[in-house]
T-cell receptor
Framework: AQSVTQLGSHVSVSEGALVLLRCNYSSSVPPYLFWYVQYPNQGLQLLLK??????LVKGINGFEAEFKKSETSFHLTKPSAHMSDAAEYFCAVSDINQGGKLIFGQGTELSVKP | DTGVSQDPRHKITKRGQNVTFRCDPISEHNRLYWYRQTLGQGPEFLTY????????KSRLLSDRFSAERPKGSFSTLEIQRTEQGDSAMYLCASSSLFQGRGEQYFGPGTRLTVT
């Protein structure tokens, strides 16, 4: 069975500081991994995805994530936080050979202080 | 491409009533998924369709829940005899089996409140 653990339900950073949101996964098959962002009362927007190509994945809004198989991690980073980055972030894993359903972590709420 | 749409955006109903939600996927997407999200949690998978066939249902989908996707286009999710525990955001997503790498695109969700 696949699972995702996001360390830290709430992360707070200052504007301009590094953003690091942690995600560890468990999967018995090579995983597809995703990061989504959710703003209040909205659906989820895809930030980036890892699908067995390059291990360093660049996404929208300056975010990137690195797939580390040895650590079963897929942490999300952004060099400089902006006020507009404040939102809920979800890491998800899927097995594309099993219908592609997404298994989500519990989410990390990012706050950005001025 | 107008994205995934869901209707209604909000629904307030009394316990015991039936409710139905609609999802219109991105037009060329052949896979459609339903998820449920409760406050402070990540979305949980409910069911998915490939074209008109419902291929998997989560054990979360009790017999009060039914989903359809006639003709492989829009989908409906019906909850019968609603309970307060059904209060949640219901999210729909779609993806293409033949394009991209399985990424799913989400609609804005339907927030259900059962009083």
């Amino acid at each position: 069975a696949q699972s995702v653990t996001q360390l830290g339900s709430h992360v707070s950073v200052s504007e301009g500081a590094l953003v690091l949101l942690r995600c560890n996964y468990s999967s018995s098959v090579p995983p597809y991994l995703f990061w989504y962002v959710q703003y209040p009362n909205q659906g989820l927007q895809l930030l980036l995805k890892y699908t067995s190509a390059a291990t360093l994945v660049k996404g929208i809004n300056g975010f990137e994530a690195e797939f580390k198989k040895s650590e079963t991690s897929f942490h999300l980073t952004k060099p400089s936080a902006h006020m507009s980055d404040a939102a809920e972030y979800f890491c998800a894993v899927s097995d594309i050979n099993q219908g592609g359903k997404l298994i989500f972590g519990q989410g990390t709420e990012l706050s950005v202080k001025p | 491409d107008t994205g995934v749409s869901q209707d209604p955006r909000h629904k307030i109903t009394k316990r015991g009533q039936n409710v139905t939600f609609r999802c219109d996927p991105i037009s060329e997407h052949n896979r459609l998924y339903w998820y449920r999200q409760t406050l402070g949690q990540g979305p949980e998978f409910l069911t998915y369709f490939q074209n008109e066939a419902q291929l998997e249902k989560s054990r979360l989908l009790s017999d009060r829940f039914s989903a359809e996707r006639p003709k492989g286009s829009f989908s409906t999710l019906e909850i019968q005899r609603t309970e307060q525990g059904d209060s949640a955001m219901y999210l729909c997503a779609s993806s293409s089996l033949f394009q991209g790498r399985g990424e799913q695109y989400f609609g804005p969700g339907t927030r259900l409140t059962v009083t």
